[in-house]
Structure formats: C-alpha cells, structure tokens
C-alpha cells in the first residue's frame, strides 16, 4: 500500500493549490480526481484573479493568493494577462459610488480615471456616453481550460506529486483513502470536493446552511490577430455584487435605480465581466440562480439580457458568441470558507461563493500553515 504525507480529494484548481502548497515544503503529495481531468468550476469561468471585488478582510489574503499565482505560472510557463481592470463608468450614481470607493477605501491601490485616459487603455470600451472608470492594476487574467489542465502535470514534474485522475474516492477513514481501484495511507486526508456536498462526509455538509448558484457564461471566437481587450472589463451592474463596494453609502441610490429601471438584472443575478483568454477569445458573464438543487437547463433570456448590457460598454472586433455554458459553485449565507475537521487527520476546505480562482492559492497556504506540514 502506498503511503502519503498529504491526499487531496478534487482535482480543481482549490485542490491543486493545496498540492502546491504542501509539495512546496517537501512533503508526499497524491490527488486523487474522479474525473479524468478537472470538468467543474475551476474550469467554467472567467479565469479571474479578482482582488477589487473581495471584502476588506479577505484582500490581503487575495494579494498574496495573485501573487503565488504569478509565481506558479511563470515557473510552469504558463501564459497570463496581468491587465489589471476597468470598471467603465456611464451613470452619475455609478461614478459617485466609484469615487466614494477611491477616497475611502484602503488597501486596494483602485483609482479613478477620466474618458480619455480609459480609452487609450481600453480599444473596447464605448465612448458614447463614458465618463471614467475605476481603474485597478492588481488583476490578472488566466485561461482557466488551459491552466487546470495543465498545472497537475507541471506538479507532478516540479514536486513528484502523483495524481491519480479518473478516480473517485469511494471513502476516507483513520487515514486509509479507499477508491475503486485499491487504497492508499495519508497522515492528513484533504477534501476541496468543491460543490460535491453529497459524496464524502455528507452529514458535514447537511449542518451547514449551503446552496449551489448556478451562473451562464459565453464565449467568442478568437478576436482579430493582435488585438486586445486590454484590461478585464466590468461596468456599472458589477458595483452592486462585490463585496468591496459594500462600504460605500451611496451604493443604495444605484441598486434602487436598477431595481426601478432594469429588475430583470436582479432576477437573474446578472452582472456583466468581460474577460480574454490566452488564444484572444472574450470570456462574457454571467448571472447566478440559487437553490440546493439546480436545473441543468440554461436560459436563452439571460444570456440576451447579458449580451444587451455588454454590448452597451464594450465593443468587439468579433462579437459572435461560439460557446455558451454553465457553472456551478458553494455558497454559503455567512462563511467565505468551509473548513471542517471531520475526524482526526481530514479536512474539508472549501472556498465558498465563487471566490476560488482568486483565493484558490492564499487560502491553500493558510490552510497547510494551520495543519502543521
């Protein structure tokens, strides 16, 4: 029987982070994914590192998690956009909460640009109508397809991690990790299962008060050769669901203006990012539905809804959309983390409410930190 210092259950970008977290102090790493290669969120999103949209509390762990991030990938080869982001701003109530977010808010380095500075920033942004934008350096952009398939590998080269795909755990106890292909020995079992709430210690996860949020998502085809997006791209709807923007007061006078003129947006969660990848695709999304239980049906009327608010800030070589999708995350009403210890030599870490690209690797550190490896 084969024996590890730490087994990862999950596959996903929170799991491979805890592999790096612990390979990188010398210890004997396996990650065991049911799926021959990572299928969930990790790979259905923006491919975000989003420091500007986290709560003041969370923001250092969020610098340091970029900062790994860069690390990881430079060392792997991996490209990235380090753009930072543009919030475009068209609205006075939007500028007003953008500048009220400038003058008091600490930490996270966001300032306010006029028109003309975002437009030689930005090729895609509208001019009809802009007034600025925020404007923050700290963001950077990954392919989420290409950099979770990619990093198991880099592991196992780098740090000798074994990773053990199409796998599933069938169940973990006194340190054994059982799957249907034999068992293994693990000083410390860590489960990032993700939005799995069913499959290993369910009771765990029966306590807490969790939902699945359901998000649609789509895609272009390659934009032209050579041009670029520039940084990621965000607008006046985005300052309403981010925790970062929840201190300013002058916030309430711009959901109450959205309710009024726009309450299909808040029906469907919608908010409106733009993003590109590494082969010059836009990345558009998205909106958030959530219950226990999800359809797996998308809704061709979020995606119109979407695609009307993009098309109002942002303008495209290409706009034809060529994939559309859905994702899945935890949420949680209460906790940006689920962390449990099951029983002597588990846990389960999770990063809740769709913050795990951007915390992914600070979150992976603290957790190693707390265990003692």
């Not at 226990?292 to 290409?318: H, N, Q, S, V, W």
């Amino acid at each position: 029987m084969q024996e590890f210092d730490v087994a990862i259950i999950g596959g996903g970008i929170v799991g491979v982070a805890h592999a790096y977290a612990a390979a990188r102090r010398g210890k004997r790493v396996v990650i065991f994914e049911r799926d021959g290669r990572a299928t969930g969120a990790s790979v259905r999103n923006f491919g975000m590192i989003w420091p500007i949209g986290l709560a003041a509390n969370l923001l250092p762990m969020g610098l340091r998690s970029r900062d790994l991030w860069r690390s990881v990938l430079d060392d792997a080869g991996l490209p990235h956009l380090d753009t930072g982001s543009l919030h475009l701003v068209y609205r006075e109530d939007e500028e007003t909460v953008v500048q009220q977010f400038v003058t008091t808010s600490d930490g996270y380095g966001a300032r306010w640009l006029p028109a003309a500075a975002v437009l030689a920033m930005s090729p895609a942004a509208n001019p009809e109508g802009l007034r600025g934008a925020l404007w923050s350096e700290n963001e950077i952009t990954v392919d989420p397809r290409l950099v979770t398939g990619e990093l198991p590998g880099y592991l196992t080269e780098k740090f000798d991690v074994t990773c053990r795909f199409s796998e599933p755990v069938r169940s973990v106890s006194g340190g054994l990790v059982t799957t249907a292909r034999g068992s293994v020995r693990a000083a410390q079992v860590i489960i990032c299962s993700g939005h799995d709430f069913e499959s290993l210690y369910p009771e765990v996860f029966a306590r807490e008060p969790l939902r699945r949020c359901k998000l649609q998502m789509m895609r272009t085809a390659p934009q032209p050769e050579g041009w670029q997006l520039g940084p990621a791209l965000a607008a006046g709807l985005t300052l309403r669901f981010y925790p970062a923007f929840r201190g300013c007061a002058s916030l309430a006078a711009l959901e109450r203006r959205i309710e009024e003129e726009t309450p299909e947006y808040n029906r469907w969660g919608i908010h409106v990012m733009a993003a590109q990848t590494s082969m010059g695709e836009i990345t558009i999304g998205d909106s958030h539905e959530y219950d226990l239980t999800l359809m797996p049906f998308d809704k061709p009327e979020i995606d119109e809804l979407i695609l009307k608010y993009f098309l109002g800030f942002a303008r495209l070589p290409k706009p034809e959309i060529v994939q559309r999708w859905h994702g899945v995350y935890a949420t949680h009403p209460d906790k940006h983390f689920l962390v449990v210890d099951p029983e002597p030599g588990v846990r389960i870490a999770s990063v809740t409410g769709g913050k795990g690209m951007t915390l992914s690797f600070g979150f992976a550190e603290k957790m190693i930190g707390e265990l003692g490896l």
